[in-house]
């Protein structure tokens, strides 16, 4: 992970603009950036090859492709050995419905981000991909009601 990249005010803006809509164009990225459009660009280059900018992406509406339920699941592993934990890593990697997946420290070993049309959806996914996973121990859920902000990214402080 990049973390001794020198990132100067002009970077971060464009860092900041990017992250704010990645479909800017390179013209009106180097207008906010007080840039031409060929050394604008050569820096956004620049900070894609050096890791900073890892990619883009569409941000989709959930509710709009049928996935009414977002659900998070606490999981802990009978074992935590690093060949355990990676094994558990790389199932979770191949379920489409888990769509962030962290290692915590303390109790509970992963916490996990899933998505669902419905709830008869997510039980059959909890029972069939994930208590049966191997290693797992235990699986405490909550289901989301409500979102009251869903940023993306980081915040991007100034130079």
Known sequence: MPNDV???AIDR???RDLQDDGRMTNVE???RAGLTAPPCLRRVRALEEAGVIEGYHAKLNSGALGYGITVFA???LRS???DDLRLFEQ???ELAEVRECHMLN???DFILKIVAHDLQGFQQFLTSKLTTAPNVASV???LTIRTSKDVPGIPVDPA
């Open 13 to 15: 803006n464009i860092l």
């Open 106 to 108: 303390g109790e509970i």
């Open 74 to 76: 606490l999981v802990s």
């Open 91 to 93: 199932h979770v990697a």
């Open 80 to 82: 935590q050995a690093e």
């Open 29 to 31: 990225l180097a207008r």
């Open 6 to 8: 020198a990132l100067d």
């Open 140 to 142: 405490k859920t909550s």
